[in-house]
Nanobody, 118 residues
Framework: QVQLVESGGGLVQPGGTLRLSCAAS??????????MSWYRQAPGKQRELVAT???????NYADSVQGRFTISRDNAQKMVYLQMNSVKHEDTAVYYC??????????WGQGTQVTVSS
């Protein structure tokens, strides 16, 4: 059974930085063939896509985080990261790691809270 465990969330001041990590385990396929994404959900809002990194390393970002956030992956360690720079109040949300398998199945982590506040 695929398991995704996020870490690195917390309280950060506006303009600060934070790095989220997601560790994958229990895979029945090679991690490098998965598409990894970060989503977030703020209170009262729908879950939204933040960033995606494909098996080939191609990245895509939501307009709201473009230029501030960076998604990366370490296939050997089965990890995906989200570097968050110049954070804003509106980045406050629960951040979820998502793995899409080569077969199209989606798995989710339990989420990690990010709060941007002075």
């Amino acid at each position: 059974q695929v398991q995704l465990v996020e870490s690195g969330g917390g309280l950060v001041q506006p303009g600060g930085t934070l790095r989220l990590s997601c560790a994958a385990s229990g895979l029945y396929f090679s991690f490098e063939f998965s598409v990894m994404s970060w989503y977030r959900q703020a209170p009262g809002k729908q879950r939204e896509l933040v960033a995606t990194i494909t098996r080939g390393g191609r990245t895509n970002y939501a307009d709201s985080v473009q230029g501030r956030f960076t998604i990366s992956r370490d296939n050997a360690q089965k990890m995906v990261y989200l570097q968050m720079n110049s954070v804003k109040h509106e980045d406050t949300a629960v951040y979820y790691c998502n793995l899409r398998s080569p077969g199209g199945a989606n798995d989710w982590g339990q989420g990690t809270q990010v709060t941007v506040s002075s």
